[in-house]
């Protein structure tokens, strides 16, 4: 139990251009979802926090307007990377949480997104 | 700010032998704790998580605790080739129980 998908598994695009990647829950029911980004060597750093139906609530230094978040159902959210730049290329990586338990996370398999 | 900090390795054992790994965390406000193991270019897989004071087993695997010292570690037992990866130490606090990550320690299981 406790899968959790994620959409495309890669991407590359070209400057500029929008991408968006999904998340979903595939056998659970997600109250809360967690977008990450890891660069190379480095450590998973929180973009946001999103719960179906509200906004998403954004990490200091994360830019709202460019790291679009959606959390439309419990079992789906997207993050649609807005004007990508070559600085934007990174490992985007999702997590859901049923708000059961002791909040233990579950990630999905990343999406490597490469900016040209 | 919350921090989570890790022995930064890299840690190499020999096969069957018991790996080490050591967080420390700032915030005593810290309610969950989580041991979690990266493949390179994979993402995180949630190996133990732990929330009271003392030691949780599981296999090979045993998470221990001490709050008042700010301190969890997670010692492998029998350690084998396939255990070779990056840890993450992650501490979950606030409402929406955010994680923080540690760095991270590299462990590499010499056969």
């Known amino acids: 139990g406790a899968v959790v998908s994620q959409h495309p598994s890669w991407v590359i695009c070209k400057s500029g251009t929008s991408v968006k990647i999904e998340c979903r829950s595939l056998?659970?029911?997600?109250?809360?979802m967690f977008w990450y980004r890891q660069f190379p060597k480095q450590s998973l750093m929180l973009m946001a926090t999103s719960n179906e139906g509200s906004k998403a609530t954004y990490e200091q230094g994360v830019e709202k307007d460019k790291f679009l978040i959606n959390h439309a159902s419990l079992t789906l959210s997207t993050l649609t990377v807005t004007s990508a730049h070559p600085e934007d290329s990174s490992f985007y990586i999702c997590?859901?949480?049923?708000?059961?338990?002791?909040?233990?996370?579950?990630f999905g398999p990343g999406t490597r997104l490469t900016v040209t | 700010q919350k921090e989570v900090e890790q022995n930064s390795g890299p840690l190499s054992v020999p096969e069957g032998a018991i790996a080490s790994l050591n967080c420390t965390y700032s915030?005593?406000?810290?309610?969950?704790f989580f041991w979690y193991r990266q493949y390179s270019g994979k993402s995180p897989e949630l190996i133990m998580f732990?929330?009271?004071?003392g030691d949780k087993e599981d296999g090979r695997f045993t998470a221990q605790l001490n709050k008042a010292s700010q301190y969890v570690s997670l010692l492998i037992r029998d350690s084998q080739p396939s255990d070779s990866a990056t840890y993450l130490c992650a501490v979950s606090s606030g409402s929406a129980r955010q994680l923080t990550f540690g760095s991270g320690t590299q462990l590499t299981v010499l056969p």
């Open positions: 056998d659970f029911q997600a109250t809360t």
């Open positions: 732990i929330y009271s004071n």
């Open positions: 915030d005593r406000g810290s309610q969950s």
């Open positions: 997590s859901a949480t049923t708000g059961e338990s002791y909040y233990e996370q579950y």
